[in-house]
C-alpha cells in the first residue's frame, strides 16, 4: 500500500490587483481585481514505504504547496491527498504523529531557548513518553553531531547547526515520513555532506519514507533513486533517476589530453569539438549514434592519446533539458 498519495490534486489561490476604475464615494480611482492563480494542476502520484523520492522543479512549480498539501497546512481546490490511508486535509491530527517536516529557512524552534529545553517542548507537544524520547534524542544527537549544542539558545546557533538541530526536532516523535524543503539552502559543503549522510542513513536503515524538495540536485542525486519533475504546477516526469537518464541525457562527453595538441574536429562524424584547452578536448555525442568506443578508436586512429575520461550527463543538465520540452 502508498504511504503518501495525491489524487488529481489542484490548488488556486487568490491573487488581487487594482485596475482602473471610476472615482468612488471616497475619492480611491482605483478598486481591486480578484483573480485565481493554480500552484498546483492536477497532480497525481504515489509513495511507497521506505522510499526516498526528489521532487524537482523551478521557483513557482508548486514544490512547496504540494508538500503543505501532504502535511495538511493546506486544503486542497480539488483532488485528494492521504498519508497512511487518511485523508492529510480531514484527519491532520492522527497524521501529524506520523510525519516529520523541514521546511528549509523556517524554524520549529524556540528562537530564545536552549535547544534542549525547544526539543523538551516538542516532547509534550506529541506525548512522546520520556524513555523513547531520550533514547532517540540520544540516536540523534551522535548521528547529527549536535550534542554539545543542547544548552546553546537557538539564536546563536550558526545557519548549519541550526539546519541539523532542525532536522532532529522533526525526528523526535519517530516520524515514519519526512517531507523535507529545501533543507540544505545555504549551507556550506561540509554541513550539506553532514546533512546527506544523516538523511541517507534514516532512509536505509531505519526505513524512514523521505519526500525531498530541493534545488540543489545533488541532494537529489545522492539521495534518491527516484525523481518527481514538477513544471508550472504539472508533473512533467515520474520516475527513476536512471529513466531520466536514459530518456534524456543521451549525450556524452569525452575528453581527451592529445600529445599533438591541434586536431580537425571534422575527422570524426558524430561528434561535436564543444571546448578545448591546449591539449585538452571536449568531443561531445550521442549514445544513440555512437558508443564511447567509436570515438574514442577514431581519435586514438590518427593522433596520440595521453589521457581520457568519459563524462556522463550531470543530473543538472537532464533536469533543464525536461524543463524546456515541457514548455507549450
Same mark, same amino acid.
Given at each position: 500500500?502508498?504511504?503518501?498519495?495525491?489524487?488529481?490534486?489542484?490548488? =488556486?489561490?487568490?491573487? +488581487?490587483?487594482?485596475?482602473?476604475?471610476? $472615482?468612488?464615494? &471616497? /475619492?480611491? %480611482?482605483?478598486?481591486?481585481?480578484?483573480?485565481?492563480?493554480?500552484?498546483?494542476?492536477?497532480?497525481?502520484?504515489?509513495?511507497?514505504?521506505?522510499?526516498?523520492?526528489?521532487?524537482?522543479?523551478?521557483?513557482?512549480?508548486?514544490?512547496?504547496?504540494?508538500?503543505?498539501?501532504?502535511?495538511?497546512?493546506?486544503?486542497?481546490?480539488?483532488?485528494?491527498?492521504?498519508?497512511?490511508?487518511?485523508?492529510?486535509?480531514?484527519?491532520?491530527?492522527?497524521?501529524?504523529?506520523?510525519?516529520?517536516?523541514?521546511?528549509?529557512?523556517?524554524?520549529?524552534?524556540?528562537?530564545?531557548?536552549?535547544?534542549?529545553?525547544?526539543?523538551?517542548?516538542?516532547?509534550?507537544?506529541?506525548?512522546?513518553?520520556?524513555? =523513547?524520547?531520550?533514547? +532517540?534524542?540520544?540516536?540523534?544527537?551522535? $548521528?547529527?553531531? &549536535? /550534542?554539545? %549544542?543542547?544548552?546553546?539558545?537557538?539564536?546563536?546557533?550558526?545557519?548549519?547547526?541550526?539546519?541539523?538541530?532542525?532536522?532532529?526536532?522533526?525526528?523526535?516523535?519517530?516520524?515514519?515520513?519526512?517531507?523535507?524543503?529545501?533543507?540544505?539552502?545555504?549551507?556550506?559543503?561540509?554541513?550539506?555532506?553532514?546533512?546527506?549522510?544523516?538523511?541517507?542513513?534514516?532512509?536505509?536503515?531505519?526505513?524512514?519514507?523521505?519526500?525531498?524538495?530541493?534545488?540543489?540536485?545533488?541532494?537529489?542525486?545522492?539521495?534518491?533513486?527516484?525523481?518527481?519533475?514538477?513544471?508550472?504546477?504539472?508533473?512533467?516526469?515520474?520516475?527513476?533517476?536512471?529513466?531520466?537518464?536514459?530518456?534524456?541525457?543521451?549525450?556524452?562527453?569525452?575528453?581527451?589530453?592529445?600529445?599533438?595538441?591541434? $586536431?580537425?574536429?571534422?575527422?570524426?562524424?558524430?561528434?561535436?569539438?564543444?571546448?578545448?584547452?591546449?591539449?585538452?578536448?571536449?568531443?561531445?555525442?550521442?549514445?544513440?549514434?555512437?558508443?564511447?568506443?567509436?570515438?574514442?578508436?577514431?581519435?586514438?586512429?590518427?593522433?596520440?592519446?595521453?589521457?581520457?575520461?568519459?563524462?556522463?550527463?550531470?543530473?543538472?543538465?537532464?533536469?533543464?533539458?525536461?524543463?524546456?520540452?515541457?514548455?507549450?
Amino acid at each position: 500500500m502508498a504511504l503518501i498519495e495525491a489524487h488529481d490534486l489542484v490548488k =488556486d489561490f487568490p491573487v +488581487r490587483h487594482r485596475a482602473p476604475g471610476m $472615482l468612488s464615494a &471616497i /475619492g480611491s %480611482l482605483v478598486r481591486p481585481i480578484r483573480d485565481w492563480k493554480r500552484a498546483v494542476d492536477h497532480v497525481t502520484f504515489a509513495i511507497g514505504r521506505g522510499e526516498a523520492v526528489g521532487y524537482v522543479g523551478p521557483n513557482g512549480a508548486g514544490k512547496s504547496t504540494t508538500i503543505k498539501l501532504l502535511t495538511g497546512l493546506l486544503w486542497p481546490t480539488a483532488g485528494e491527498t492521504r498519508v497512511m490511508g487518511l485523508s492529510s486535509s480531514q484527519r491532520r491530527t492522527a497524521i501529524a504523529r506520523h510525519i516529520g517536516v523541514v521546511f528549509g529557512q523556517r524554524t520549529q524552534l524556540w528562537w530564545d531557548l536552549p535547544v534542549g529545553d525547544s526539543f523538551e517542548l516538542l516532547r509534550d507537544i506529541y506525548t512522546v513518553a520520556r524513555a =523513547d524520547y531520550s533514547a +532517540r534524542r540520544e540516536q540523534l544527537a551522535e $548521528l547529527l553531531g &549536535i /550534542g554539545p %549544542l543542547f544548552q546553546v539558545p537557538v539564536r546563536q546557533l550558526s545557519l548549519g547547526q541550526r539546519m541539523r538541530v532542525e532536522l532532529a526536532a522533526a525526528l523526535l516523535h519517530g516520524p515514519s515520513i519526512l517531507y523535507l524543503d529545501e533543507p540544505t539552502i545555504g549551507l556550506d559543503v561540509v554541513a550539506k555532506e553532514r546533512m546527506r549522510t544523516a538523511l541517507a542513513h534514516l532512509n536505509r536503515d531505519q526505513q524512514v519514507t523521505i519526500l525531498l524538495a530541493s534545488h540543489d540536485l545533488d541532494d537529489i542525486d545522492r539521495l534518491c533513486s527516484r525523481v518527481l519533475v514538477i513544471d508550472c504546477g504539472r508533473l512533467v516526469f515520474d520516475g527513476a533517476l536512471d529513466e531520466i537518464r536514459d530518456a534524456y541525457g543521451q549525450e556524452r562527453t569525452v575528453v581527451v589530453d592529445l600529445e599533438e595538441g591541434e $586536431l580537425d574536429a571534422g575527422q570524426f562524424p558524430g561528434t561535436t569539438l564543444v571546448r578545448k584547452e591546449g591539449a585538452r578536448h571536449w568531443f561531445r555525442f550521442s549514445r544513440n549514434e555512437r558508443t564511447a568506443a567509436e570515438v574514442i578508436g577514431s581519435i586514438a586512429s590518427r593522433h596520440r592519446i595521453i589521457d581520457l575520461t568519459v563524462e556522463e550527463p550531470d543530473i543538472e543538465y537532464v533536469i533543464s533539458r525536461i524543463y524546456r520540452e515541457s514548455q507549450p
